[in-house]
């Protein structure tokens, strides 16, 4: 081995390490639970299953949703069942109701999912206005998540941008916000960086982006805004290389955590030289 590779490999052991002090000295705590990763991930639109199970364990996540309308997870005895990849002794599993358009489909799917996960009573609420553009039915979120919230539920609650809603569903008792960064699916990033932030300020339970990222760089932008986590499925599967994606989607976060946590200088309108103007060798 070379003295030049050695001292890369001294340098990547001593980088992950300070990672993993960082995030075990910075949980995320949803509800009664507390976690080191920030960075949440779905498990559809994979190829098959033996990738789903790869790339997330390269992203490094802990908590990993699964739509309960879509994927067997046990109530489909004679087809294969996600949790032989991503098993619930390891991961938390995290029921949604991606599909649903009511309420009352929304409560059933989490009542269902509880029966197969043995009491299991986390999940992340979605309720969609619109087959075609995905976005979230913020009247029929806030009645499903009233009646999880009475029935024993911890609800995540995917909705919109609004402030306003975001604040009715923290008082409600979701225990966690997680608003957009543009459309399900869509890969364009942080539309309105403005109102996630006016949703980190005024809100006491984790914010979540959920929905819209792209590239790992929107992942970092979400983290440094102040945001507590981000979810994200199509952006990692869709990639041409989704476990490579997985990875550089895990470092996006932690990075995006660090720059928020370290305190990003204040923007200038005029040049600062970094050096000193004074003591110069030379004149």
Known sequence: MTQTTL???LAAQNSSSQNTLITANDPLHIGSRTFTSRLLVGTGKYTDLAQTGEAIAASGAQIVTVAIRRV??????????????????????L??????????????????????????????LEVLGDEKNLYPNV?????????????????????SDDPIVAKELES????????????????????NRHTLSLIIEQTQV??????????????AIALE??????????????????????????????????AFLAGRMPA????????????????
């Open 95 to 124: 029921p949604n109701t991606a599909g649903c358009f009511d309420a009352a489909s929304a409560v059933r799917t989490c009542q269902l999912a509880r029966e197969l996960l043995d009491g299991h009573n986390l999940v992340k």
């Open 268 to 283: 200038r309108y005029m040049a600062q030289a970094s050096s000193p103007q004074t003591g110069y060798f030379f004149r």
């Open 72 to 93: 067997n997870i046990g109530q489909k005895k004679d087809e294969p069942n996600l949790l032989d990849v991503i098993s619930p002794e390891k991961y938390t599993i």
């Open 172 to 191: 409600m008792g979701c225990v966690a916000i997680m608003p957009l960064g543009s459309l399900i699916g869509s890969g364009l990033g942080l539309l």
């Open 139 to 159: 009247i029929e979120t806030v009645k499903a998540a009233k009646t999880l919230i009475d029935d024993g539920f911890d609800v995540m609650v995917y909705t």
């Open 206 to 219: 984790p914010v979540l982006v959920d929905a819209g990222v792209g590239t790992a760089s929107d992942a």
């Open 225 to 258: 805004l102040g945001c507590d986590g981000v979810l994200m499925n199509t952006a990692i599967a869709h990639a041409q290389n989704p476990v490579l994606m997985a990875s550089a989607m895990k470092h996006a976060v932690m990075a995006g955590r660090e």
């Open 7 to 9: 001292t890369q490999n």
